[in-house]
Structures are given as C-alpha cells and as structure tokens.
C-alpha cells in the first residue's frame, strides 16, 4: 500500500532562518506532488505542484521555493524566512489527474 | 475557472442531531468530487468520493450525491458524534483544472454531548 511520510512535525525557527521541509511517498511509481499551506483558521493554499523530477509548478510567488530530486521526494524550501510563512504544511500525492490526493500528516512551522 | 463553495462555518450542533453542510461547485465538464475531513493538528483524509452525476460516496455513515442539475455535493449524517468534530472540505478535480486538485474554504463542525 502507499504511504506518505512529512517531516518534521513541528518546527519553530527564527525569522531570516533557512527551511527545508520534507516529503516523500513510498510504494507508488510518478506520482503527481503537492504542497499546501494553511495559515491559522483558514483554507489550504496550493503552493507547488510537480508531474515528475525536477518539474515544479509555482502557484504563489514567494520566498519558497520547491524541488523534486527523486521520483518520490518533494522538498520544499526558503533562504530567509518571514513571519508570514509560519503555518501549517502539508504534502500530497496523487496518482493522476481526477482521482483523489492523499496527505501526510503535516509539518507546524512557526517562525519566531 | 473552477471553484467551489461551502458552507460557512463554524457549525455546532448536539450530539445525535442530523448534520448537513453544503457545497457546490462550478466547473466545465464532468468532475469528481470529494469530501476530506481533518482532524485538530493533523492532515486531511479523504472522507468519501463521487466520479460521476447521480453517484453517491459513503463512508462511517457520511453520504454526499453527486447532483448535476444543482452542481451540488452536500454532506448528510444522519447522527453525529462528538468524535465527528473536524474541519470538513468539499473538493473537485477536472481535466480543465489539470493537475490541481480545487478546494472549498472548510467548514468547522463541533459537536456537543
């Protein structure tokens, strides 16, 4: 069966701090990848999306940046971090187009 | 493009009582539907799907019925349990969307013993 890890589950780090978030899925082939974020309170925002290594499409321009080195492995990341970019995180995979999209358990990231 | 909408909430409602939250959505073409819930602190989970018009998704006693004619995908329970306290979100994916999966807002349920 497949499987989604997200790590770590928390994190707190100081403003101008880099972030290296990690995703990775396990016993599917090419799956499509996601990041969300979700501030306090309210919706998911998409934030990357990926259709295969080294293929990233951006949602929201930002501070964040995503990358897919392996077929299963989704990093997302920043070089300086803000205030706003703390919230909570999550990762998802899909196996194609219409069909539904599983998630990991996120990743709480406060920046202090 | 496409969209979807919910509900606002929070909605709190007594343990046992009948629970609906609605959702519609806006697309071209023929698109699946879900219903994801999350629990306080952890990821979403897919709670129940419907791929085509009139198809009903079912699952630990949550229905929703894929209604064309409305463009609807409301969530029913006919009993709800205090276990039930989540956040729910309605959801589409269509061809025209491509790789993206379209969520509503969320609506916060509560329910009291």
């Known amino acids: 069966s497949q499987t989604i890890h997200q790590w770590p589950a928390t994190l707190v780090q100081p403003v101008g701090s880099p972030l290296s978030l990690e995703c990775t899925v396990e016993g599917t082939s090419n799956p499509n990848l996601y990041w969300y974020r979700q501030a306090a309170g309210r919706g998911l925002q998409l934030l990357f999306y990926s259709v295969g290594i080294g293929q990233i499409s951006s949602e929201v321009p930002q501070n964040l940046s995503a990358s897919r080195p392996q077929d299963r492995q989704f990093i997302l990341s920043s070089k300086k971090l803000l205030l706003s970019d703390s919230g909570f995180y999550l990762c998802a995979w899909r196996a194609q187009r219409n069909t539904e999209a599983f998630f990991g358990q996120g990743t709480r990231l406060t920046v202090v | 493009g496409d969209s979807v909408t919910q509900m606002e909430g929070p909605v709190t409602l007594s343990e046992e009582a009948f629970l609906t939250i609605n959702c519609t959505y806006t697309?071209?073409?023929?698109?699946?539907l879900f219903w994801y819930v999350q629990y306080p602190g952890e990821g979403l989970q897919l709670l129940l799907k419907?791929?085509?018009?009139?198809d009903k998704g079912s699952n630990k006693g949550f229905e929703a019925t894929y209604r064309k004619e409305t463009t609807s995908f409301h969530l029913e329970k006919g009993s709800v349990q205090v276990s039930d306290s989540a956040v729910y979100f309605c959801a589409l994916s269509s061809y025209n969307q491509g790789e993206k999966l379209i969520f509503g807002q969320g609506t916060e349920l509560s329910v009291k013993p």
């Open positions: 697309a071209t073409g023929y698109p699946s």
């Open positions: 419907a791929t085509k018009a009139d």
